[in-house]
């Protein structure tokens, strides 16, 4: 979901930026992944961006331990609980 993954694990609870998250659209012909964080109050644009290039580029390379998996599914869960 939106909440949870690696932007969230990675950015938001290390509280490199306020909020991160993603969400896919779909289209019968095409479609898009998008990203979004909120930046902290002095951080520029280009930061948080080079930031979350950095992530997509990680899930890209397929570089995410089982430590990481087991961290997102917690947080998934903690979330539910909510």
Excluded: P
């Excluded at 659209?25 to 948080?48: D, I, P, R, W």
């Excluded at 990680?58 to 961290?71: F, V, Y």
């Amino acid at each position: 979901n939106s909440r949870s993954g690696l932007l969230n694990l990675e950015l938001e609870l290390t509280q490199q930026v306020q909020d991160a998250g993603s969400w896919t659209s779909h289209f019968n012909e095409a479609g898009y992944f998008a990203v979004k964080a909120t930046l902290q109050q002095g951080q520029e644009h280009q930061q948080v961006e080079q930031m979350l290039l950095a992530v997509i580029a990680k899930l890209r390379a397929g570089e995410i331990t089982q430590a990481e998996i087991d961290a997102i599914k917690l947080h998934e869960d903690m979330g539910d609980k909510r």
